[in-house]
């Protein structure tokens, strides 16, 4: 029998786990990953996809640019950027991105004017 665990609407049984974020750009570019511009991951953990939406509606939306900063213990830090193949309201992109035993950071890299919001759904799994 699996029980259905839940911790703060995260889905812990699944394959597959969510983060939320939300970017304002006037306070910066660093997405806050639930609540914290920094995520530290303890365990074996791929990015698989993150998502992100424009909360303002507009005629054209422009492809969403990324970038990722991982930051080991053993200090192989590591930058990736990664683009959106899309310009709708909410654009998915493919990570794959192993982040073990690291605290990461996102960015959007995109310059948007003060005052755009953003939201983020990064999915991940544990192998």
Known sequence: MQTDLSLNGHNLSGPIHHIHGYLNTKNGYAFLLNGLDKLFFLDDVQIVNITVCYLKHKNKY???????KKHTQNLNNSIQSFI??????????????????????VE???????????????????P
């Open 108 to 126: 959007m890299t995109t310059l948007f004017p003060p005052g755009e919001e953003f939201l983020l759904l990064m999915e991940y799994r544990i």
């Open 84 to 105: 959106s193949n899309n310009t709708t309201r909410t654009q998915k992109i493919n990570i794959n991105l192993d982040v073990s035993f690291s605290y990461i950071i």
């Open 62 to 68: 422009p492809p969403v640019h990324l970038r990722i």
